[in-house]
């Protein structure tokens, strides 16, 4: 029963996010900081994961099909797929949760237990707003970094397979043109939208409601990555569920 | 002047604040004392709104204090300053940043006229060359300092302090007390602070209010609270070996 009193909170505390706006002036400057923090500090893991599990998709596609009778344009056509639907959008977004995610609980979290967040309060700040909107905000750029995800992580699947000599490069880039869907960029955009409010929001709950000192930011943290990852993954089923099912 | 009338708050069915009442008054150092766990700060907070209260009326010079209307809230924030127990500043923000944010958010000056203001509290509180240092590299008593600087930037008429000078040094925590009463009187603001330091007690305590378990078990002034006869509070004050030789020499 304990959840729906946590689910209720957690939307509350979305509804006061947007309200009481703190003043532009000095949102402005937040967002911007919030987009260096969150998505500029991310594009390095990112790329660097997307690249590398790029190439490791495509080769576990190439052993995996090492039958001649199949078409050699079948491991660029598996890997774009693969890549651009999940690993991109879903797989990334786990790491996320864990990097932006635990940022987030742990700076929030400790803004509660050194009392930062009442001397806002006490100041007549409306503290979810000026904390968590610009957070919200600044990740509306994550689909961009999905974007460098998919694109870095095809590239890695061209060459890897290219270079360990599974397909040539004129199959591979056939693959990857081949039976195109606009649809699965949609479903992959919005799965990424709902991803990007998912890693604002829950982390933020988690910093915000924790009771405490120190230690608990610790503990915080790792409940908010166990929770954001589990959101992210229900999310993912049921959107795949209603839009490709 | 700030009064509670009847004032209650628990947590989960645990009562902490019970039926408080009390007058704290204008330009006079207003303290709340009582051990540890007493409830000192969670009065403090159903005060600053911070904590709803259960039951009980807050009056802010005749106006209730009433979490319903917000305009009048923001208002009266306006004209609130607090020093948390642990500082609460910004991590965040340099020492300047921190004093200018309240007014950064609350008024209308240009930035010259903000980094003036703020010169003047920073002077007005003995702090010297610590305008771009931030709130890790600076010492307890510093950020005392620049937590009162924030707190009267924005001149305020209440003031709010959750043990000032708890883990400072004897002398500096007599300076931080003074500084406070000095401000007190100087601006005329009705000033309630919180602690269990007896010396600070002896020094700036114009109004004292005595919690126990959260109930008000006595009120009076520094002359009166050494006269006493009420058990509970000369087990307080007498707590420490210092005050029981001063009773004593005087008693001889
Ligand atoms: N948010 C809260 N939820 C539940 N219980 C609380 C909360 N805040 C305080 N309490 C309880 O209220 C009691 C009084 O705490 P309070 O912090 O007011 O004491 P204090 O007099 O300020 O002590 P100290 O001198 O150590 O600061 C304690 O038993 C504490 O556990
Ligand atoms: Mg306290």
Redesign the pocket.
Known sequence: MRIFFHIGRYFLMIKYTFSKFTKWSVLKKLIFQEIEDLILGSIGIVAFMSFLIGGVVAIQTALAIENPLLPGNLIGFATRQSVILEFAPTLISIIMAGKVGSFITSSIGTMRVTEQIDALEVMGINSFNYLIFPKIISLLLYPFLITLAMFLGILGGYIASVYAGFSTSFDFIQGIQLDFKVFHIIYTYIKTILFAFVLATIPSYHGFFM?GGALEVGKASNISFVWTSSVIIIINFIVTQLLLA | MIEINKISKS??N?K?IEDISATFDKGKTNLII??????????MKCLLGL?EVDKGDILYDGKEFNKDEISEVSDLRKQMGMVF?GSALFDSMSVLDNIIFPLRMFSNMSQSKMIERAREVIHRVDLKDVDNKFPSEISGGMKKRVAIARAIVLNPKYLFC??PNSGLDPKTAIIIDKLIQEITVEYDITTII?T?DMNSVMEIGDKIIF?VE?KKIWEGNNEEILNTDDKLINDFVYSSELFKKVKLSQKK
Request: hydrophobic share 20%.
């Open positions: 009771k | 947590f989960d645990h902490i009582g051990q540890s766990g007493s409830g000192k700060t969670v009065l904590h127990q959750d043990e919180n269990h919690l959260g």
